[in-house]
């Protein structure tokens, strides 16, 4: 099994707004993601988001990058 791991800062709007959108979009979309597992969305506290995706290999974990890249969450800054 093998995890991305993807922190963010949110830019505008309040943590649980966000929450809610990756609730209702970015997860439903990541699941249909050939080996999915699991996908967790944690409030860290000031302003700040992380997300972990487990795939079943690291080719599937990989190729997430480009569904994170282009999901709910591309509105708020990646942080460093």
Do not use: K, W
Not at 5 to 27: C, E, K, N, P, Q
Not at 31 to 56: K, R
């Amino acid at each position: 099994m093998y995890a991305s791991l993807r922190t963010y800062r949110i830019g505008s709007g309040s943590v649980d707004a966000v929450m809610r959108r990756v609730d209702r979009d970015f997860a439903e979309a990541l699941s249909q993601e050939p080996g999915f597992v699991a996908y967790h969305a944690i409030d860290t506290g000031n302003d700040m988001v992380m997300t972990v995706s487990l795939f079943h290999d690291r080719e599937q974990a990989d190729a997430s990058n480009e569904v994170a890249r282009n999901g709910s969450l591309r509105s708020c800054r990646t942080s460093a």
